[in-house]
């Protein structure tokens, strides 16, 4: 949705982006005023590693991974969806980076300059607060990964699934709507073997629990009660 269009009013932006919701409407104005809008086909990357720290960006829409990258080598550690955002880490810590992102899908973003993202932080206290909440929720999230180290793999996927599910995921009659996560990423997420994320999700097709629209690339999850289930055990 463009920056300038009548329909991107801040109580658009406030129920698009969660990090918002708590601004005062001097903050959002200041921020929309500055805001700068991206968009990248499925496959560009959106930041290389060198390029952090120079502003937030919010996703409005589509899909990212971020990945790791070592020795040629390269792993998905997070799937990020519409609402979230990233880069905040830079601009806080001014560290050097190993990490960049790259669209899965075709990506809807919007940018905020580390500068003014930083001074709207010391103007408004509730959005700082807010930020602070919404990074203690990733580190518990990082914290539940760990715990499911040593849980058998397919309880690891559901977790996975699950959580891309109530986070980003779109009602669909009474299941839920994602994005068709490449098996790679989705094993790499959650700690297993490629092939064991093959056989899992093939398993979990023969069930009913998941179905796949490949023209439309996305994963369908009807059953949530009983993935949620499997993602308790072990």
Do not use: C
Request: proline content about 4%; glycine content about 4%.
């Amino acid at each position: 949705m463009p920056l300038n269009s009548p329909a991107m009013q801040t109580e658009t932006f406030t129920e698009l982006f969660p990090l918002f919701d708590s601004a005062s409407q001097e903050t959002l104005d200041w921020l929309l005023s500055a805001a700068v809008e991206h968009d990248y086909p499925a496959g560009r990357a959106v930041l290389m590693e060198d390029s952090w720290g120079n502003a937030v960006y919010f996703i409005a829409s589509g899909w990212v991974k971020v990945r790791r990258l070592s020795n040629d080598k390269d792993m998905t550690l997070a799937i990020l969806g519409h609402g979230d955002f990233f880069g905040e880490m830079a601009i806080l810590d001014e560290s050097p980076r190993s990490t960049d992102v790259i669209a899965l899908s075709d990506v809807e973003l919007f940018s905020i300059s580390a500068q003014r993202f930083v001074q709207t932080l010391f103007k408004d206290s509730q959005l700082h607060h807010r930020l602070l909440q919404l990074m203690v929720k990733r580190v518990r999230n990082v914290n539940t990964r760990l715990q499911l180290r040593r849980k058998p793999s397919a309880v690891k996927l559901a977790n996975t699934l699950m959580a891309l599910a109530e986070e980003y995921g779109q009602p669909a009659g009474r299941g839920r709507d994602i994005f068709n996560i490449p098996i790679k990423d989705l094993a790499e997420v959650s700690d297993i073997t490629i092939e064991d994320a093959s056989k899992i999700m093939t398993k979990l097709q023969e069930k009913g629990w998941v179905s796949i629209d490949d023209r439309e690339r996305i994963m369908h999850l009807p059953l949530l009660p009983q993935l949620k289930q499997l993602a308790s055990q072990g």
